[in-house]
């Protein structure tokens, strides 16, 4: 929010006198894509963050690798924060307030968004549409049935935003005769499924779509992403 602020990074980047490193921290993944990028280029590691796995979950809560625990931690959360908050009122305040500020601060104010609820209202939509084929022109056939005027573009555009602030990933369809992607048509899935869990549980969504997302991020944080579109195919 500070102009200028990529250039004082650089300026100490080059400063080699400086017994210290940078580390940029951020939850919009166009900060690297502009004026910072250029003055760092081939200077910087970007690495992406994830919210803890199942073995991470083990060690934090010390519990016994099983098909119990397992569920427990896909029927939870994987943020940092949700291991130390005392119940699940609390729990559950704090993800939606997580929600409400990644979606005005990172999105609404960056973008000028003019109709907050219709974005809200995508990201729900993806919510509990999560691991299912979904394509803009099903989502703008939704709001239609809901008497809900929006346009193509302005949904494509929401969907990228919430890309963007990694409240949600997007897969391609990938057909693996052609060996080319099919367009239109991609599969979405959260960042983590305390979105599900604790803000829209009164949705049924079933083990095998939250196993699907758990099965994604995991291949994601490996860097397996051709695998990833295999599997979803």
């Given at each position: 929010?500070?102009?200028g602020?990529?250039?004082?990074?650089?300026?100490?980047?080059?400063?080699?006198?400086?017994?210290?490193?940078?580390?940029i921290?951020?939850?919009?993944?166009e900060?690297?894509?502009?004026?910072?990028?250029?003055?760092?280029?081939g200077?910087?590691?970007?690495?992406?963050?994830?919210p803890?796995?199942?073995?991470?979950?083990l060690?934090?809560?010390?519990?016994?690798?099983?098909?119990?625990?397992?569920?427990?931690?896909?029927?939870?959360?994987?943020?940092?924060?949700?291991?130390?908050?005392?119940?699940e009122?609390?729990r559950?305040?704090?993800?939606?307030?997580?929600?409400?500020t990644?979606?005005?601060?990172?999105?609404i104010?960056?973008?000028?968004?003019?109709?907050?609820?219709?974005?809200?209202?995508?990201?729900?939509?993806?919510?509990?549409?999560?691991s299912?084929?979904?394509?803009?022109t099903?989502?703008?056939?939704?709001?239609?049935?809901?008497?809900?005027?929006?346009?193509?573009?302005?949904?494509?555009?929401?969907?990228?935003?919430?890309?963007?602030?990694?409240?949600?990933?997007k897969?391609?369809r990938?057909?693996?005769?052609?060996?080319?992607?099919?367009?239109g048509?991609y599969?979405?899935?959260?960042?983590?499924?305390?979105?599900?869990?604790?803000?829209y549980?009164?949705?049924?969504?079933?083990?095998?779509?939250?196993?699907e997302?758990?099965?994604?991020?995991?291949?994601?944080?490996?860097?397996?992403y051709?695998?990833?579109?295999?599997f979803?195919?």
């Open positions: 929010m500070i102009k602020w990529e250039h004082f990074v650089n300026s100490h980047s080059q400063d080699f006198s400086e017994p210290c490193e940078i580390f921290t951020g939850s919009n993944s900060m690297l894509s502009g004026e910072l990028a250029t003055l760092l280029a200077r910087y590691v970007k690495f992406e963050i994830f803890f796995s199942y073995a991470e979950y060690g934090i809560t010390k519990k016994q690798k099983s098909r119990w625990s397992y569920a427990e931690y896909m029927e939870t959360g994987a943020l940092p924060e949700l291991f130390v908050l005392p119940n009122e609390t559950r305040n704090y993800i939606s307030a997580l929600k409400d990644i979606l005005l601060r990172d999105i104010w960056h973008y000028t968004i003019k109709d907050a609820k219709l974005l809200e209202d995508v990201f729900i939509y993806l919510v509990n549409n999560a299912n084929l979904i394509s803009i099903n989502i703008l056939n939704y709001f239609g049935t809901k008497k809900r005027k929006t346009s193509y573009d302005t949904l494509s555009n929401y969907i990228s935003y919430l890309e963007q602030s990694f409240l949600i990933h897969l391609e990938f057909n693996i005769k052609g060996k080319k992607v099919l367009s048509i599969k979405y899935y959260m960042s983590d499924l305390c979105f599900k869990n604790y803000l549980p009164e949705f049924d969504h079933g083990v095998g779509y939250k196993l997302n758990l099965l994604f991020l995991e291949l994601k944080k490996k860097g397996i051709g695998l990833c579109r295999h979803q195919g």
